[in-house]
């Protein structure tokens, strides 16, 4: 494949925060951007030169969106594969159809990664509700049941304490077509390894986050993970081994979860920028999303080096009071406090509307920062 320079055409599938942080970065690099959403207000739309308003399924919508394109990626998980495959036979696409069709899938997913032997949480496949009392039961208790399509940030899922919990269990998580139950484990820390794999099979990977959730939503990360350089070797080997075993083209997160006795095991996979990879942005020599432009077009792999230590901490809906803005003007007093809001009109409880990165030597003094950031958006 030829390299495709500045001046050519990016094609993203999905216009959320994550397609916006790309097509800036793709502007940036002087490249056009199309966007395809079925969202008019959608947080790319403000930056791409053309906007497809259309659903994930519609065939010709999607391919005359891709004829604008010199070549296509995604930000966002829940496009049918068929549509995919589809595109894929008329335009470049990266990643390709087949990673996304075993990441947007969890069972699917944690069959690949169990099969290849990578280490996951013990969990079982639940095809019918009825299986459901019986197999939890074998598994043990705590667990979650998660659906196998369409969850994130924590939705779609179900903790289960014991038996009686199972009876609402399906229900409550939208009465799926299959899923997914997992042993619930005592998490010591989470922490995410981004990897970036080219058309020549070079790899290049992002300083490892660790990140901090709250009811199932990333809340904030910090660079570095402070979690040591043999856990940290560990983690990458498996996402070097797991991109080579999708054949990856592309940009791939591999979320880890660290258990009680210190073994890590791969909690899911993301083939496409990451919310753990925000930092990039404003700490790294390249970010995440100039990483992926490079890789689909068959560019040199971008430095990755962190210039400095870092926090990022999403900024929900949960933020504005009655419609009224949080206090921008204080939080934009801070020094090394750099500021991102996606554009989104309706803040609502637990959707991101922004995040921030606070830039820093000192992790002390940088969590000293945050927690001044956050005495001003209370
Ligand atoms: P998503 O990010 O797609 O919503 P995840 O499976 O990553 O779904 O779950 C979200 C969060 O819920 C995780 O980051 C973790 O904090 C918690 N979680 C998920 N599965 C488990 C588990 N098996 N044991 C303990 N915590 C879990
Ligand atoms: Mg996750």
Request: proline content about 5%.
């Amino acid at each position: 494949m030829k390299e495709i320079l500045p001046g050519a055409t990016i094609g993203i599938l999905g216009g959320g925060q994550l397609g916006r942080m790309a097509a800036m970065e793709a502007r940036r690099l002087g490249y056009g951007v199309v966007i395809y959403d079925p969202d008019p207000s959608c947080p790319a739309a403000a930056i791409a030169d053309k906007h497809w308003i259309g659903g994930y399924d519609d065939i010709d919508k999607l391919l005359d969106f891709a004829a604008a394109a010199d070549v296509l990626t995604y930000e966002f998980e829940n496009i049918s594969s068929l549509a995919l495959r589809k595109l894929e036979e008329e335009s470049l696409l990266f990643p390709s159809a087949a990673v996304l069709e075993i990441c947007q899938h969890r069972v699917r997913e944690k069959e690949f990664l169990s099969s290849r032997g990578f280490p996951t949480v013990s969990y079982k496949v639940v095809n019918r509700p009825e299986e459901l009392s019986s197999k939890a039961a074998d598994l043990g208790f705590p667990s979650i049941l998660k659906t196998a399509q369409l969850g994130y940030d924590g939705k779609g899922q179900v903790s289960l304490s014991s038996i009686e919990d199972c009876f609402s269990a399906w229900e409550n998580i939208g009465k799926p077509a299959i899923a997914l139950l997992e042993k619930r484990l005592e998490l010591l820390a989470e922490f995410s390894v981004i990897i970036g794999r080219d058309h020549k099979k070079n790899v290049s990977f992002f300083p490892i986050p660790r990140n901090f959730h709250k009811k199932g939503i990333l809340d904030f990360t910090i660079v570095p993970s402070g979690l040591g350089k043999r856990l940290e070797k560990e983690a990458k080997e498996i996402a070097f081994e797991i991109a080579a075993a999708l054949d990856l083209i592309g940009l791939l997160a591999v979320e880890f979860f660290l258990t009680e006795n210190e073994d890590i095991v791969v909690n899911e996979l993301a083939p496409r920028p990451h919310n753990s990879g925000h930092f990039s942005l404003d700490i790294c020599l390249t970010s995440q999303f100039e990483q992926l432009l490079r890789i689909i077009c068959n560019l040199p792999l971008g430095a990755t080096s962190a210039r400095s230590n870092g926090l990022m901490r999403n900024l929900l809906g949960d933020l504005w009071r009655a419609d009224n803005q949080p206090n921008w003007a204080g939080l934009l007093k801070l020094p090394g406090l750099k500021l991102h809001l996606y554009g989104k009109k309706q803040p609502r409880v637990g959707r991101k509307m922004g995040h921030y990165c606070i830039v820093g030597e000192n992790m002390d003094d940088i969590l000293a920062l945050d927690t001044q950031a956050l005495q001003i958006l209370e």
